[in-house]
């Protein structure tokens, strides 16, 4: 027998001979507060959760369901869901089916098995992700859905929980959190292991160490392996029960009183001290991982029965009985009639419309818009903000001062907006783009974080989450991939699996890319974009100068705040200081400061500099800068070139670039980044589609990491050597 109906055969058994197992606990319902009808009300959703489980597995048999990970024997986390308010945002392991379902039932028109049936059949209609993925979710019930929960959505939970604290310091008001919420995020004990899920448990104690408000409730749900992996006997308790900082509650899980006990204190607790507290919960796995995988496979037929027996459905079953709440023919019946009821939901939602097209699957990549929030500062208001540098402001300057007071402009215009970052704070930054930033608007608003990229990430995906506009940093290029996930899997993918109806709109800063003098290495001079170039969805800007930078830096919080939108901003490192262009003083490579409303770089602008038809440059970040070195040296050669700024890598601005190579028959893409991987590929195979009959060349850092000091050039593209590939091109 399929191993869901051999423990479904079971409980009606049970039930049928009045065989139930005796009580788990000493406690009754009025021993923890828990009434009559809320007892009965908690039975449903976990009898529900169980015969979806029942329900998805015949789907699939069928081909009409898909790959689901089931939630039987995790039942007991429906008491976390009465013990938490319907506006606490919850971001769930896999095997929350249960605390959905009665979060559900609390709130007066909601039609849970309908939409979870929705998502088992793939329909497009499924009001979560619109037939994309079988996940857990709801808008109205304030919980976003999460794909693959292995511990990626504890760091943005995190900062969810810490950005309640941030704008009620800031004064926000309306925010989807309020200013007494608490945040729960559940996963499993083998996820717990996962060095995400240790960074964020140590980024809220770090938080939560210093006074800072950290109302979180981890729940962890424990059955005690992981696929096939055993986790060694009280493992999760040795790590957990005494950690400073963090209050622990453990349960069984299985028993509903304890689970009810458990969830009351844990909630409690993180509403009342606003500090995290660890919900550790037992529970069993039933049927195994998940699809087709057989637990026998690896486990013994005795310690499958030892789990089966314990059950919690028959234990819940036992406790209604003995307590006088229900009788066993009640409980037959209601198992019967939700099972006939979700049998006959099943064959109308499998009737319905699933996405037609690939329009209609990317149709969710982009979210829709919303109404900006952005005031207009008077001009004394800007004038105290800008008091120090008033003898400054008016005059050239390198890229590194006009972020920093194009960020100060931002800051004061769109007061949800937030800096945050390893020293962005009082320092100003490694680069001093952040400089007097804290000074000017306070450490609510311009937060120093812990050395953890994932914390800072996650910090800015869990406080968009609650409406604020984050503008994170990452120091260097490449200490993103140590946190590339939470932009690929977290960042990006929430509102294609949400039908646009979650998202964390934000600006992640970057000071990256090659040709720094200071430091070296590959670690410093990190010369790849590639980890972003393939995230659907995502922004990718890359400014080359000064002025160029304080307006893309503008329209990339416009298009956050506004369109919802994931924006990388790669700053050049090499040209943070940089003030010279062809020889020393010429201060070509500075610029006076646009206040907002003045110079404008809107997405999908490329920038071309001169109109020659010899030959057409095309680059981007220290390239472009180069290539203009080069393009001064090849005029005095008698060859006419563009030089032409990409600046949007992601999207690419196909249309703009075509039309500024239209007039030649001659194009070099010089690409500071590596040959394999680069965008210069994306570029040549442009050029090749749509326009063919041209000559076409590309210059490219070799497929090298970069070394230290003088030889740190040695791989990359160069002004002599843009002049040698552009005479070469132009003598063909």
Partial sequence: MDAAEAVHARLLAALDAGALPPRRSNRGLADVGLTAEQAVALFHSQLLSRQLDRLSRKLQARGEGFYTIGSSGHEGNAAVAQTLRVDDMAF????SAAFQLHRASLIPGETPSWDMLLSFTASAEDPISGGRHKVLGSKRLAIPPQTSTIASHLPKAVGAAFSIGIARRIGLED??????????????????????????????????YQGTPMPIVFLCEDNGIGISTRTPRGWIADQFANRRGLHYVACDGTDLVEAYRAAREAADYARERRTPVFLHMGAVRLYGHAGSDMQSAYMTKAEIENDEARDPLLATAALLVEEGVMRASDIREMVHEIEATLARQAELAIQRPKLPDAKAVMASIVPPPRAPTVRTPSPAERAALFASDKTLIDKPQHMARLISWALADILLERPHAIVCGEDVGPKGGVYNC???LHQRFGGARVINTLLDEQAILGLAIGAAHNGLLPIPEIQFLAYVHNAE???????????????????????????????????????????????????????????????DAVAMLRECVRLADEEQRVVVFVEPIALYMTRDLHAEGDGL???????????????????????GPDLAIVSYGNGYYLSRQAEKLLAEDGVKARVIDLRWLAPLAEEALLEAVRPCQRILIVDECRVTGSQSEALMALFAERAPGKRIARLAADDSFIPLARAATHTLPSRDSILVAANALVER
């Avoid at 769930?92 to 095997?95: A, G, S």
């Avoid at 309020?178 to 770090?206: C, E, I, K, R, Y």
């Avoid at 006076?592 to 997405?603: L, N, W």
């Fill in 485 to 547: 996930d939470q932009i690929r899997g977290e960042a990006a993918t929430l509102p294609f699996f949400s039908c646009g109806r979650f998202t964390n709109p934000m600006v992640i800063r970057i000071a990256g890319l090659p040709y720094q003098k200071g430091f070296g290495g590959h670690f410093h001079n990190d010369n790849s974009l590639a980890v972003f170039r393939d995230i659907p969805g995502l922004i990718l800007a890359v400014p080359s100068n000064g002025r």
């Fill in 175 to 208: 925010t989807p959190l309020a200013p007494d919420g608490v945040v729960l995020a559940s996963f499993g004990d083998a996820s717990a292991n996962h060095s995400t899920a240790q960074g964020a448990f140590n980024t809220a104690l770090w938080a939560a």
């Fill in 92 to 95: 769930l392991h896999y095997r």
């Fill in 434 to 436: 952040t400089a007097k």
């Fill in 589 to 611: 490579w500075t610029a006076r400061y646009d206040a907002p409303g003045g110079h404008e770089v809107r997405i999908g602008e490329v920038e071309v500099h001169g109109d």
